[in-house]
């Protein structure tokens, strides 16, 4: 194997959202004693102010405070940064002009699964208002030529209640159930055939659910960017 390097999770957005990342970092990466995996940094920084308020409501800067966990990353020796939070790659441009350690962007990840795994599927975006507000997966399956629909404003609504009301409120699934399933099943009626699950805490509420329909999990095909990034290989299915 090559060098190894190692990985720093810029995270705290939320705390569930970074154990998820790194769990999966440690299930995908192919190993057989714990020092063939790969060393990872985490800054799980819960005092980032919300990404969303910020790009939609005026609200506090979160770039200082995800500066400040960025700088112990660098500190620690981190060889690549990533982001457990779809929503904070709006600031991402801002970020990396601070350092010159490469961030791996979730966005570009799952673009490029979504045109892999499901070749002229057209993706259903689930996400937070400001993400779809930023259009951040929008340019990214644009710039992937992968067909796209977004949801309606009551279908973000549900989605927003599933986010903060239901994952980020420690909430079980019985909480967001319904809202969840609804724009699911109202998005396939509009023609979307696969789910992109862009927002870091809908990985673990599709899973909390048992939906059933195809999905992509941004977490995920960030995780194995990572891995490889490290020279670290994917561990096959």
């Given at each position: ?16 959202a970074t154990a998820d990342l790194f769990q999966k ?5 192919e190993a057989e004693t714990d020092r063939d995996h ?200």
């Amino acid at each position: 194997m090559c060098e190894k390097k190692t990985i720093g999770i810029l995270g705290g957005m939320g705390p569930l959202a970074t154990a998820d990342l790194f769990q999966k970092i440690t299930l995908l990466t192919e190993a057989e004693t714990d020092r063939d995996h790969i060393r990872v940094y985490i800054d799980s920084n819960a005092n980032i102010p919300d990404r969303t308020a910020a790009i939609l409501s005026n609200g506090p800067d979160p770039v200082p405070e995800m500066a400040s966990a960025l700088r112990n990353l660098e500190a620690c020796g981190a060889d690549c940064v990533i982001m457990p939070c779809n929503t904070a790659h709006y600031f991402l441009p801002r970020l990396q002009a601070m350092t010159e350690i490469p961030f791996l962007s979730i966005l570009t990840a799952a673009a490029e699964a979504c045109k892999a795994q499901f070749p002229g599927k057209t993706v259903g975006i689930l996400a937070t208002k400001g993400t779809l507000s930023a259009q951040l997966y929008q340019n990214a399956l644009g710039e992937a030529g992968v067909p796209y629909l977004i949801p309606e404003t009551e279908e973000q609504d549900a989605l927003m209640r599933v986010i903060y009301d239901g994952v980020k409120a420690g909430k079980g699934p019985d909480a967001y159930r319904a809202d969840l399933l609804t724009v699911v099943e109202h998005m396939m009626t509009r023609g979307a055939g696969v789910f992109l699950l862009g927002c870091t805490e809908l990985p673990l509420a599709a899973e909390a659910v048992g939906l059933t329909v195809p999905v992509v999990d941004p977490t995920a095909e960030l995780a194995k960017a990572a891995i490889r990034f490290c020279g670290f290989r994917v561990r096959a299915k």
